[in-house]
């Protein structure tokens, strides 16, 4: 695990990691902030450079660290059997049954 960064997270930051943690998936927060998937994937990846997680880190994980180092107030209620409702997919390799 890296360390946080030491810049705080931005006002859309912060709405991005509530949203994330609402299982809500990048499609979803796109549409809800007017913005394009391409920038919540950037933001994503700042969120987790400015929490101390690793680039590669799934989004619990990102969640987890957010909450442990008082970035996140609310608990962590995301998990990843739910995180794929409409508007995000799969992970590669996943089988839809």
């Given at each position: ?45 700042q969120?987790?450079?400015?929490v ?21 107030s ?6 990843e ?15 839809n049954?």
């Amino acid at each position: 695990m890296a360390e946080p960064s030491g810049v705080p997270l931005s006002d859309v930051h912060t709405r991005i990691l509530k949203m994330m943690n609402n299982s809500m998936g990048r499609r979803q927060i796109a549409n809800a902030l007017g913005i394009s998937p391409e920038t919540v994937r950037t933001r994503v990846e700042q969120i987790k450079e400015r929490v101390g997680v690793d680039k590669g880190a799934d989004i619990d994980e990102t969640l987890r660290v957010a909450h442990e180092r008082g970035f996140l107030s609310e608990p962590v209620r995301r998990s990843e059997a739910r995180m794929h409702g409409p508007g995000s997919r799969p992970p590669r390799g996943s089988r839809n049954t």
